[in-house]
């Protein structure tokens, strides 16, 4: 059924591989899935300037939460945390790293180009890309590119070091640029020098150097984002000291968030929204982790949430077809729409170790554009720690598949008691249905 995944490009030892699906086709299933109810003005509110945050509390831990207990609502402070885990809890978090992507170039006429780096094209991997010295290439969006026709422009500001960037290419949807630098530093070290926060458009201010600390959350490692997976920045060293001293279990994905996440759905029926797409690695022993039935999974941001439930449905393509070589998976839009007769999770889940088996594979690799509306059928995922989202966003869609209608009415009491919204604003709580 739809079920024509091939596989393309090979790469070294690696290869892509690709769901080559029928798009007219999986709209209308999913269509028929949906009953045509996903009508993205349902998912519209009110959002006050003055509601949103500009800037995190001085104490991360004193944001306030807003907990959904089967119907449930009531109010709490995100220090409190741990106490409102159940003692079965795994929490899982996303390590990314944000990257100060923002670089502010000037052309000899004295124009001002600002290129945000959204991610690797040349070399295409994360790590490898960050860690060239000299030249790499990123897939960009320009600031005034009209005003950059060809040639060479330099970084503004007097460095201690020389970089510069030419296009290589003007795509659709973004710009290929060649960055080149004169010194031995990493890419990753250029960026760390000279790059500024991306500071999400909403907050409507220009990034500071306070943002280098706040827009992070404090566990986070794996460098690559272009916005923080916000939902954790509200952790503190004496929650997670609680945490660990409730033993509660902790694990680790990694996501890379993409500029994506802020595009809100402008199409009336979410169906004709094209879900941006995002580069994962789980580690083997997380992976391992997720096999134990008894654990109550609470993930910690929509981003978690996309990376744990993209793990079941790599897991059905290798059950349906073990490849013959290491691959990149990627997790379709649609794809969790369009399948009959699926494993259970245990079963998904030895499926993806015995790949990782067959190829001594400590780290699985893919990307996901996987989109979770209202309807969705949680297969990982129990529960979930998250911000407050924009209107007509995806992120909503996401709550709304674990709270369906309610979503309205926890917004509603956030907004009556005077919740902080968006990335630096405050929190909720959704617990299992089952608890």
Not at 176 to 196: R, Y
Request: net charge negative.
């Amino acid at each position: 059924m739809l079920n024509t995944c091939v596989f393309f490009l090979s790469l070294k030892k690696s290869i892509v591989y690709i769901c080559n699906l029928n798009y007219a086709k999986l709209t209308k299933l999913f269509e028929d899935t949906m009953n045509n109810n996903v009508d993205i003005q349902e998912f519209d509110y009110i959002l006050p300037d003055e509601r949103i945050a500009k800037y995190p509390l001085l104490n991360r831990d004193n944001a306030k939460m807003l907990i959904y207990n089967n119907g449930e609502l009531s109010d709490d402070f995100f220090y409190n945390l741990p106490l409102q885990l159940p003692k079965n809890t795994a929490l899982c978090f996303n390590n990314t790293k944000v990257l100060y992507a923002r670089l502010l170039f000037q052309k000899s006429t004295g124009a001002n180009i600002e290129i945000f780096c959204l991610e690797p094209f040349y070399p295409n991997d994360y790590s490898v890309n960050l860690s060239q010295n000299g030249k790499c290439q990123w897939k960009c969006l320009v600031g005034n590119l009209k005003k950059w026709k060809d040639g060479a422009i330099a970084l503004s500001g007097n460095r201690h070091f020389e970089l510069t960037a030419q296009v290589v290419s003007r795509e659709t949807d973004y710009v290929i640029v060649e960055f080149s630098w004169n010194n031995q530093w990493s890419f990753a070290d250029i960026l760390a020098e000279a790059g500024a926060v991306p500071i999400p458009p909403y907050l409507n201010r220009a990034s500071e150097e306070v943002d280098k600390e706040t827009y992070q959350t404090l566990y986070s490692k794996i460098e690559g984002s272009v916005a923080a997976p916000t939902a954790g920045l509200h952790f503190t060293p004496g929650v997670l000291n609680e945490i660990d001293r409730l033993g509660i279990n902790r694990h680790e994905v990694t996501l890379h968030v993409g500029a994506g996440t802020f595009r809100p759905v402008s199409s009336s029926n979410v169906v004709n929204h094209i879900m941006h797409q995002e580069y994962i690695t789980v580690q083997r022993s997380v992976i391992e982790s997720l096999k134990h039935n008894e654990q109550i999974i609470y993930a910690v941001g929509t981003t978690t949430v996309r990376t744990l439930e993209s793990l079941y449905w790599i897991g059905v393509q290798v059950n349906n077809e073990m490849p013959k070589d290491e691959v990149i998976f990627h997790v379709n839009q649609w794809e969790p729409y369009n399948k009959l007769n699926l494993p259970s999770k245990t079963q998904a889940i030895d499926s993806i170790l015995e790949y990782m088996n067959l190829f001594s594979l400590t780290t699985l690799k893919a990307r996901t554009s996987i989109i979770i509306v209202p309807g969705y059928n949680h297969k990982i995922v129990n529960g979930l720690i998250t911000n407050f989202h924009q209107p007509r966003s995806t992120l909503l869609l996401l709550l709304a598949s674990f709270v369906g209608d309610r979503w309205r009415e926890m917004y509603q009491h956030a907004l009556n008691h005077e919740y902080r919204f968006l990335s630096y604003g405050d929190s909720c709580l959704i617990h299992p249905s089952t608890l």
